[in-house]
Protein backbone atom coordinates (compact mmCIF):
# COMPACT_ATOMS: atom_id res chain seq x y z
CA UNK A 1 0.00 0.00 0.00
CA UNK A 2 2.77 2.60 0.73
CA UNK A 3 4.61 2.40 -1.95
CA UNK A 4 1.43 2.96 -4.20
CA UNK A 5 0.21 5.96 -2.23
CA UNK A 6 3.74 7.30 -2.96
CA UNK A 7 3.45 6.58 -6.03
CA UNK A 8 0.02 7.92 -6.52
CA UNK A 9 1.23 11.43 -4.54
CA UNK A 10 3.95 11.68 -6.84
CA UNK A 11 1.69 11.45 -10.05
CA UNK A 12 -0.01 14.78 -8.37
CA UNK A 13 3.37 16.48 -7.92
CA UNK A 14 4.50 15.95 -11.17
CA UNK A 15 1.62 17.88 -12.63
CA UNK A 16 2.10 20.99 -10.21
CA UNK A 17 2.89 23.95 -13.09
CA UNK A 18 6.28 26.32 -12.66
CA UNK A 19 5.54 29.06 -10.60
CA UNK A 20 3.11 27.41 -8.78
CA UNK A 21 2.94 25.41 -5.15
CA UNK A 22 0.52 22.85 -3.73
CA UNK A 23 0.15 21.28 0.18
CA UNK A 24 0.73 18.60 2.13
CA UNK A 25 -2.98 18.21 2.84
CA UNK A 26 -4.44 19.39 -0.80
CA UNK A 27 -2.18 16.40 -2.40
CA UNK A 28 -3.92 14.30 0.99
CA UNK A 29 -7.39 15.74 -0.19
CA UNK A 30 -7.07 14.97 -3.78
CA UNK A 31 -6.23 11.27 -3.27
CA UNK A 32 -9.21 10.87 -0.78
CA UNK A 33 -7.24 10.70 1.90
CA UNK A 34 -7.37 13.64 3.64
CA UNK A 35 -6.06 12.53 7.03
CA UNK A 36 -2.78 11.34 5.58
CA UNK A 37 -0.90 14.86 4.76
CA UNK A 38 1.83 13.50 7.06
CA UNK A 39 2.42 10.81 4.78
CA UNK A 40 2.18 12.64 2.19
CA UNK A 41 5.38 14.27 3.82
CA UNK A 42 7.03 10.86 4.01
CA UNK A 43 6.82 10.54 0.20
CA UNK A 44 8.25 13.83 -0.34
CA UNK A 45 10.87 13.14 1.87
CA UNK A 46 11.64 9.51 0.12
CA UNK A 47 11.08 11.39 -3.42
CA UNK A 48 14.45 13.61 -2.91
CA UNK A 49 16.31 11.31 -5.53
CA UNK A 50 13.64 11.32 -8.35
CA UNK A 51 14.70 13.73 -10.81
CA UNK A 52 10.86 14.00 -12.54
CA UNK A 53 9.19 15.24 -9.50
CA UNK A 54 9.41 18.53 -8.22
CA UNK A 55 9.32 18.20 -4.51
CA UNK A 56 10.33 22.02 -3.57
CA UNK A 57 6.86 22.88 -5.47
CA UNK A 58 5.23 21.08 -2.05
CA UNK A 59 5.16 23.01 1.25
CA UNK A 60 2.73 23.23 4.14
CA UNK A 61 -0.83 24.77 4.48
CA UNK A 62 0.83 28.04 5.69
CA UNK A 63 3.33 28.16 2.78
CA UNK A 64 6.54 27.23 5.12
CA UNK A 65 9.06 25.34 3.73
CA UNK A 66 9.01 22.67 6.19
CA UNK A 67 10.68 19.97 3.77
CA UNK A 68 13.57 22.19 2.81
CA UNK A 69 15.98 19.95 4.95
CA UNK A 70 15.55 17.35 3.04
CA UNK A 71 17.23 19.42 -0.07
CA UNK A 72 21.11 19.14 -0.48
CA UNK A 73 22.22 22.74 0.54
CA UNK A 74 21.17 25.11 2.79
CA UNK A 75 18.87 27.17 0.71
CA UNK A 76 18.51 24.93 -2.53
CA UNK A 77 14.02 24.50 -2.38
CA UNK A 78 14.03 28.22 -1.45
CA UNK A 79 16.44 28.69 -5.15
CA UNK A 80 14.73 26.55 -6.77
CA UNK A 81 10.88 28.31 -6.05
CA UNK A 82 12.75 31.58 -6.68
CA UNK A 83 13.87 30.39 -10.30
CA UNK A 84 9.95 30.02 -10.81
CA UNK A 85 9.40 33.24 -9.40
CA UNK A 86 7.92 32.33 -6.06
CA UNK A 87 9.53 35.15 -3.44
CA UNK A 88 10.05 33.13 -0.03
CA UNK A 89 10.93 35.61 2.71
CA UNK A 90 12.17 33.54 6.12
CA UNK A 91 10.70 30.50 5.06
CA UNK A 92 7.49 31.41 3.75
CA UNK A 93 6.51 31.66 0.46
CA UNK A 94 4.88 35.58 -0.44
CA UNK A 95 1.89 35.87 -1.47
CA UNK A 96 1.33 31.50 -1.03
CA UNK A 97 -2.71 32.18 -2.10
CA UNK A 98 -1.66 33.81 -5.71
CA UNK A 99 0.99 30.89 -6.23
CA UNK A 100 -1.38 28.11 -4.48
CA UNK A 101 -2.35 25.09 -6.89
CA UNK A 102 -5.16 22.84 -6.26
CA UNK A 103 -5.05 19.25 -7.45
CA UNK A 104 -7.96 18.24 -8.72
CA UNK A 105 -9.82 15.63 -6.70
CA UNK A 106 -11.72 13.35 -8.81
CA UNK A 107 -8.71 13.09 -11.07
CA UNK A 108 -6.47 10.94 -8.37
CA UNK A 109 -8.78 8.96 -5.86
Do not use: C
Not at 48 to 55: F, G, I, K, S, T
Not at 82 to 93: L, R
Amino acid sequence: MEANFFDRVYEIVKQIPPGRVTSYGAIAKALGAARSARMVGWAMNAAHNLEDVPAHRVVNRKGLLTGKHHFDGTNLMQQLLESEGITVVDNQIVDFEKHFWQPEISQFN
